[in-house]
């Protein structure tokens, strides 16, 4: 079952419709409304799927990984992990940098990279002393937390996989269109950064790799430098073109996600992490 996205957990209960998405984002925002009003310190609305918290979770995570010196698969399941738990849960019920240390926690258990939770606590700690505690009780109970609202289902299927699958087939059925080991970063990299955004929960893995293959090739590839002749750039964008259109791919999701992309390196240029830090402080000392 795990080997297999189609049949896996992931596509059967973690992979939502836009309206069905937008439905639980509602209930929780409608829930945030009353947290709010009946605190005795009411502190800033804010809500986890806000662009720039998005961001900012995404750097915590990166944050902490490198600390404990974890693989980019392994933080890819934490960002997930962290994107479906506050699909349930409201940021105004939690310690946000408890749950990212969490997240990476069960996520390292989860990739086969696992690390004491002593050893995440301790490096959380020094990260952030003001909001994680010597003691990794707190870490340990939010463990069991973000399992129960994941509802146990931790296997993750991730678009690296289906990238190296695309890279070979896109080679062998037009040569040309063989990624050279710079595109092949560059995509690796643009699914790296596809976790800020929610594509991971809406559109399958194979989707979001193909996505990232279209906009290395057709908007980064005329910009390096040396530039490709104009003929060779043209040619293999038409031949991607028809390699996309032989693939059974669908294009529809496919155009939603570059156009995702796209918004989400626009968006990135407006970041502003001293405002989120102050935001989510407010809002710890608010419960």
């Given at each position: ?151 146990s289902y931790l296997i993750v299927h991730h678009p690296y996989k289906s990238l190296n699958q695309l890279a070979k087939s896109m080679a062998e059925a037009y040569p040309s269109l063989q990624l050279s080991s710079d595109e092949m970063q560059s995509t690796w990299s643009m699914i790296n950064d596809s976790y800020i955004t929610d594509l991971i929960l809406l559109y399958p893995p194979h989707v979001i790799a193909m996505a990232c293959v279209y ?73």
């Amino acid at each position: 079952m795990s080997a297999n996205f189609w049949e896996s957990s992931q596509r059967a209960h973690w992979l939502f419709s836009k309206k069905s998405l937008k439905q639980a984002r509602d209930a929780i925002l409608e829930n945030d409304k009353a947290l709010v009003k009946g605190s005795s310190r009411p502190g800033e609305s804010l809500n986890a799927f806000d662009p720039q918290i998005r961001l900012y979770i995404h750097n915590l995570i990166l944050m902490l990984g490198r600390q404990l010196g974890l693989r980019q698969r392994v933080l890819a399941t934490a960002e997930l992990y962290s994107a479906r738990f506050f699909t349930k849960v409201s940021i105004h019920e939690v310690n946000l940098y408890v749950v990212v240390a969490a997240c990476v926690y069960v996520a390292c258990k989860t990739e086969e990279s696992p690390q004491h939770i002593r050893t995440v606590a301790s490096e959380a700690r020094a990260l952030w002393p003001e909001y994680i505690t010597p003691d990794p009780t707190k870490i340990a109970e939010c463990e069991f937390y973000l399992i129960e609202e994941l509802d146990s289902y931790l296997i993750v299927h991730h678009p690296y996989k289906s990238l190296n699958q695309l890279a070979k087939s896109m080679a062998e059925a037009y040569p040309s269109l063989q990624l050279s080991s710079d595109e092949m970063q560059s995509t690796w990299s643009m699914i790296n950064d596809s976790y800020i955004t929610d594509l991971i929960l809406l559109y399958p893995p194979h989707v979001i790799a193909m996505a990232c293959v279209y906009v290395t090739i057709v908007l980064k590839s005329p910009h390096v430098r040396p530039a490709p002749p104009l003929e060779r750039i043209k040619a293999r964008i038409d031949l991607l073109a028809t390699y996309l259109g032989d693939s059974g791919i669908n294009l529809v999701k496919t155009t939603e996600c570059v156009q995702e992309m796209i918004s989400l390196y626009v968006r990135w240029e407006t970041y502003d992490e001293a405002t989120c830090r102050s935001r989510i402080a407010s809002l710890i000392l608010a419960i």
